[in-house]
């Protein structure tokens, strides 16, 4: 099969708008003249456009922040990229317990703040991935370190009838397993970071947990190619909609996943670890799922998922799917991009909050806010239309 090719002119377009995601981040990132104020140097959640509102991000926020800075940095060598990524970090250091004393939740990274009762795994999974990026793109062994803290953390709390744990309780510590099966799905790409660390350091005994959890996956996908977000569906009495899933009229339709939180990963690493083809036969029925069924507008953040997932499906099985991202490139992406000089604290970033329903915290509509969530995405998305960038840690390849 040919593959389509895309114009220099074309690929230079998409970094270009790349990089504008990664400047949101930079200027968007919260700075506090006075030295008592403790949110000095930490990603927002979201901005709202007509106040000018933000609110501060938490653990994954600041993970999906250096997936893009990172490849921005990697790019350009722009050291403004660098000096964003390690001030957000040191929030990052704040959120993660590594005193030794700590026994139960070390390594483990708290939510929002650092003194947050909780910590859930798929969000600090996405804060250590953060961390393995950072170090690949600066070789500071100090994010090594933590990165692996948090895979160990993982490791050592796996258990068989649950799998990978939910998440900690930290007044008093303790770790928490799901208690139904409502998030069996995505939580499992909480095994991404374990893909990053052993590419990054070779170390094995991080492949089990990955296959384990791509097996789980698995077991939520349907005939169809289509994947639940939970393998018991009929268990469930309503299911509203959100960033994740709830969208069509029946009870199966709102149970699909639609931003699956790059679950494809650690199916992809599942392959390349066993070598055996159920993984392959499952990523190309759940390509053909998304192509023939989306995308739809709601949510906003889903397309960014969706044309990653189909782009790095079709780059493993030799496929050329990059025809339907172009198809759908301009309404699902790049018109939700702020391309707006007068305010400096949205350029750059991708419209539309889903996770409050209509709106977010404050009011107004969707499309009055950009949060992280879309412009990670979709920054991945134009880094891999461009050439130069793999979409960092949702990536198969987001370690060399």
């Avoid at 100090?142 to 948090?150: E, H, T, V």
């Avoid at 490791?155 to 208690?179: I, N, Q």
């Avoid at 639940?228 to 509203?240: D, G, M, N």
Wanted: charged share 25%.
């Amino acid at each position: 099969m040919s593959k389509t090719r895309i114009s220099a002119k074309d690929r230079s377009f998409y970094l270009k708008r790349a990089l504008k995601a990664a400047d949101w981040f930079v200027n968007s990132q919260i700075k506090c003249e006075r030295p008592w104020m403790a949110d000095h140097g930490r990603f927002v959640y979201y901005y709202y456009m007509p106040e000018k509102r933000h609110v501060p991000g938490l653990n994954w926020t600041h993970g999906r922040a250096i997936f893009t800075l990172s490849e921005a940095y990697r790019i350009t060598g722009d050291h403004r990229y660098r000096e964003s990524m390690e001030l957000g970090a040191r929030y990052m250091k704040a959120l993660q317990p590594m005193d030794p004393d700590q026994a139960i939740t070390h390594g483990s990274i708290h939510e929002e703040i650092p003194q947050s009762p909780w910590g859930g795994m798929l969000d600090g999974a996405q804060a250590a991935s953060g961390f393995l990026m950072l170090h690949q793109a600066i070789k500071n062994p100090d994010y090594l370190r933590r990165g692996r803290a948090f895979c160990e953390f993982l490791r050592r709390t796996w258990r068989p009838d649950y799998g990978l744990a939910s998440g900690v309780r930290y007044y008093p510590e303790s770790v928490v397993y799901l208690s139904d099966k409502a998030y069996s799905c995505i939580h499992n790409a909480t095994a991404i970071p374990f893909w990053h660390l052993y590419r990054a350091t070779g170390e094995g005994q991080y492949t089990p947990y990955l296959v384990d959890a791509a097996d789980r996956i698995l077991r939520c996908q349907r005939p169809d190619g289509g994947i639940y977000f939970t393998e018991e569906i009929q268990a469930l009495q309503k299911v509203p909609f959100n960033h994740h899933w709830g969208l069509g009229e029946t009870h199966e339709e709102k149970c699909l996943l639609r931003n699956d939180d790059a679950i494809v990963v650690v199916i992809q690493a599942a392959h390349e670890i066993t070598k055996e083809h159920k993984y392959l036969d499952a990523l190309v029925s759940y390509a053909e799922w998304i192509m023939a069924n989306e995308p739809h507008v709601r949510p906003y953040n889903a397309f960014g998922v969706q044309a990653n997932n189909v782009l790095d499906i079709g780059r493993m099985t030799g496929r050329d799917y990059t025809p339907w991202v172009l198809d759908h490139l301009k309404k699902h992406c790049l018109d939700l991009q702020v391309l707006s000089p007068r305010d400096p604290r949205a350029e750059g970033g991708f419209r539309g909050e889903d996770e409050e329903g209509d709106s977010g915290i404050f009011g107004g509509k969707a499309l009055d806010y950009v949060p992280t969530r879309n412009t990670c995405y979709m920054a991945g998305l134009l880094y891999r239309l461009s050439g130069k960038g793999t979409g960092a840690g949702f990536s198969f390849w987001g370690i060399d």
